[in-house]
């Protein structure tokens, strides 16, 4: 008990693991990877937990297979009265029915399995209303239930027909047209202890049916197979051709029952087959469960199967979490490279004068005499602003090159509208810091012959103009002395590196900030390995 106890727990947190993985890129394999976690989710929280927890519970039988394969008609016979629709239409089956006798009706009654799915309760299909009308299904909780938002339901039925101590659910079409149809039946699959794959003499050579016998291979789960709707004059050739195909798929062993093609309507108009058409694959149900050791083998088995996927499934989660936090870094590190290249550019085109052209170098010539400090101050902030404007745009430009040549990786991110209003926020900010310093300067220097915005228009021509502005240096020297003009210059280029940082920076981190949003981290395989790895120390006590 406690061994069984520590291995749920360790179950449970693996469950966890497998719950928080996300593989938000859409990097080749991760469209698998989700639909894997999420079977893998399914079959945990509706078979192996529930399992576990509840040995003693009857053994659930999912009876499913391909549009058209005669699964409603079979269930109904097995137990011996029309519980589930059977019909032309496709798809008849759209509520997954489950019957059982009367006193395991509490074990499906409640969400241990499948709490995804509401119950519905019906009435019985041959108790007719007085006034010939067929009942209609009752849910125990919302009677509006055909609404786009409500849940998928389960129908619950009762037989003292079925067997205590197994249960039959059938299943949607596994190839239906409509995909909830599909993923239900998927779902309902990973329930099950007990497989019953039904598949008829025209389809029995599909690859849909295969695809789930492979799977029922690789987990071991306990499966039966029906060929159904076979027709009398070829029934032994079909029969002896579909064995032949399960041995080579190395399911030789899986008990296979044939079904004649019938009238459904022989039993008084029922919609049922004769008794003896279904009396082997009944007998076999029984088996199931009246005798403990199979049925306990039967429950084991699948267990025991799926538990042993696992050592697979995880890793293979696992080496997909770690291909996206890969990805991930890699198109991070792109956006790094494109900004630290475009910053170094953008700090030589400084040092080298380029920003003292046009406007700006016109006001420099005609400073003081002609442009005032203010418009000097002017010319050098729409510059800068224009230098970086350019820089951000080049930087995200490398960036998306880089992007496009990496397998499956998303859209680059691009300068919005507003990063234009960014950047002239930051330029506006140096220049008053700019223009702040120059004025306690002035304030505080004795006998300084330039006015506060001539001295900021000097720091800026020193800090912006490179080579071609050294008069602006020398400029201070002679004002203020060459140890005041040195401070100033090194605090000017000190407020200059950080307006460059900010925008760059601030930039560089909005189109990261996505990425870092996809939780890509490598927390995700190092969780899924090290839950695994508890659980097998588990199942080995």
Request: hydrophobic share 45%.
């Amino acid at each position: 008990m406690e061994a069984r106890t520590e291995l749920l727990d360790a179950l449970n947190t693996l469950r966890d693991r497998v719950a928080a993985a996300r593989f938000p890129l859409p990097l080749p394999g991760a469209e698998r990877a989700r639909r894997c976690r999420n079977e893998l989710l399914a079959q945990l929280d509706d078979y192996l937990v529930p399992r576990l927890r509840a040995p003693e519970a009857p053994l659930l039988v999912v009876v499913g297979g391909s549009t058209g394969a005669g699964k409603s008609t079979l269930v109904n016979s097995i137990v011996g009265r029309r519980i589930s629709d059977a019909g032309v239409l496709r798809p008849t089956t759209r509520t997954p029915v489950l019957v059982c006798h009367p006193t395991d009706q509490h074990w499906f009654a409640g969400p241990r399995i499948l709490p995804r799915l509401r119950r519905v309760w019906t009435p019985r299909r041959d108790d007719r209303p007085a006034d010939g009308e067929e009942p209609t299904a009752v849910a125990d909780d919302d009677p509006s239930t055909e609404e786009a938002d409500v849940p998928p339901a389960l129908a619950v039925e009762t037989a003292e027909s079925v067997p205590t101590g197994v249960a039959l659910l059938d299943s949607p079409d596994i190839d239906s047209l409509v995909t909830a149809n599909r993923e239900l039946a998927a779902e309902l699959f990973c329930a099950a202890d007990v497989w019953v794959l039904v598949t008829s003499a025209s389809r029995y050579a599909d690859a849909v049916p295969w695809h789930l016998l492979r799977a029922a291979r690789e987990y071991d789960v306990t499966l039966a197979t029906v060929l159904d709707r076979v027709p009398h004059q070829v029934a032994a050739e079909v029969s002896r051709h579909y064995t032949a195909l399960l041995e080579r798929a190395g399911l030789g062993d899986v008990p296979c029952f044939t079904v004649p093609e019938l009238p459904e309507s022989t039993r008084g108009g029922c919609g049922l087959l004769p008794a003896t058409a279904v009396a082997e694959l009944r007998e076999w149900l029984l088996h199931q469960a009246r005798d403990p050791a199979v049925r306990v083998v039967a429950a084991d088995r699948t267990a025991s199967g799926v538990l042993a996927s696992l050592r697979s499934r995880v890793p293979e989660l696992a080496a997909a979490a770690a291909a996206q936090h890969a990805a991930a870094l890699r198109l991070m590190r792109h956006i790094e490279d494109a900004y630290d290249a475009v910053g170094e550019r953008v700090r030589r085109q400084l040092a080298d004068g380029e920003l003292l052209a046009g406007d700006a170098l016109a006001r420099w010539r005609g400073f003081p005499q002609d442009s005032g400090g203010d418009e000097l101050l002017d010319a050098f902030c729409d510059g800068l602003s224009a230098l970086l404007r350019g820089a951000v745009g080049d930087a995200d430009e490398r960036a998306a090159e880089a992007w496009r040549r990496e397998p499956g990786a998303p859209e680059c991110g691009r300068a919005d509208e507003l990063a234009a209003e960014r950047v002239d926020i930051q330029v506006r900010r140096w220049r008053r810091c700019l223009e702040e310093l120059a004025e306690e300067e002035s304030r505080t220097a004795d006998g300084c012959p330039l006015s506060a915005e001539e001295v900021a228009a000097l720091l800026a021509a020193a800090a912006l103009g490179g080579r071609r502005a050294r008069g602006a240096g020398d400029a201070l020297a002679v004002a203020l002395g060459a140890g005041v003009a040195g401070r100033l210059r090194d605090q000017g280029d000190g407020l200059l590196e950080e307006c460059l940082d900010r925008v760059l920076r601030g930039e560089r981190a909005y189109r990261l900030a996505p990425l870092k949003d996809l939780d890509a981290t490598p927390g995700q395989q190092v969780a899924l390995i090290a839950a695994l790895s508890v659980l097998w120390r588990r199942k080995r006590r």
